[in-house]
């Protein structure tokens, strides 16, 4: 049967579930809050006396490595959308020219509405209805619910309660992100893993395909996040880029323009499951949390929530 299906979340789980239920002869919305694709592998752009600078402000790089995302990747190589970047590791790869250019071209070829946060979902006689602020999307046979674990309960609840239970059982760690811009070279490798407060710094210009000046997005411990976790953002920075520092040997020079991001939600626990279905109700639940915190485990989850959805 062609089921007419709402998807909440536009990042990789959501988008790989609307991918191959579309595949599949379904009719597909995708909803997300957010202003454009990206989720987790969200970019964002720095106004610098350099010119604009795009920097990868989620997840720097994903690795590759079940059969079925290695093929998908494989297509996406081949339309130019990412490339390996051997500095993170044999199996890496990063979106190109931007980390969220996978996730932007799968939102480009289906029916993607920014900027729409869904606060409620209903079920009647005529099918599903979505409820975002005063509108009302309605005539759905199905519903994913593709965003972090945090945020499922509250959309759930009501309709499948033993899928709350499961998402509110499966916390997610915090993430400081800082970008720093220079107008000078670093003296460090093109990436940094585990040094003091920094967990993974990444000097966006050396990616393949990214370009641009000295641009470097850090990323902070779990553990430091966490206890600084409502710190000023200029607080989170001064002590970031003091991390920096030591890695290079001494202070740093003046950053041209610097931003920092708190990821509340940034990596998920583990459910151990790849996906949550229930077919009476038509509810679905797909999202890294599920199978664990990689854009690999995003990916594998929504697809392999639409193979059980048929
Ligand atoms: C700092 C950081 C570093 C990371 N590093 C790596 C790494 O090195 N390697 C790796 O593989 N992975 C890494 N990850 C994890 C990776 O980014 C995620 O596992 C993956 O992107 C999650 O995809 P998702 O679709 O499950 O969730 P998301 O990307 O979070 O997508 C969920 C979407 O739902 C939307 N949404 C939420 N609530 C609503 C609502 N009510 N209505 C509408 N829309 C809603 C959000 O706007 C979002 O776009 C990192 C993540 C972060 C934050």
Known sequence: MRMRVAIIGAGMAGLACAERLRAGGHAVAVFDKG??????????????????????LGAQYFTVRDPDFTARVAHWATTGVVAR????????????????????????????????????IARDG?????????AVHGGFDAVVVAVPAEQVPALVERWVPAFADRARATPSLPCWTVLAVFD?????????????????????GAKPGHGGPEA???????DWSTAH?????????????????????GALPTPVATGAHRWRYARSGQVGCDALWDGAAGLGVCGDW??????????????RLAEVMG
């Open 35 to 56: 202003r454009g694709p990206g989720g987790r592998m969200a970019t964002r752009r720095l106004d610098t006396p350099l010119g604009q600078v795009t920097c990868d």
């Open 85 to 120: 970047w051997p500095a993170a590791g044999d199996d890496a790869w990063v979106g190109t020219p931007a980390m969220n250019a996978p996730v932007r071209a799968m939102a480009e070829a289906g029916d993607v509405r920014f900027a729409t946060r869904i606060d409620a």
């Open 126 to 134: 005529d099918g599903w209805t979505l409820h975002a602020g005063d």
């Open 184 to 204: 000078e070279t670093l003296a460090i490798g093109d990436v940094v893993k585990r040094a003091g407060i920094i967990d993974f710094a990444a000097r966006g």
């Open 216 to 222: 470097w997005a850090i990323h902070a411990t779990a």
């Open 229 to 249: 976790l409502e710190d000023e953002p200029a607080a989170v920075q001064a002590a970031v880029l003091d991390a920096l520092g030591g890695v290079a040997g």
């Open 290 to 303: 599920l199978s664990g915190p990689r854009v690999e485990s995003a990916w594998l989850s929504g697809h």
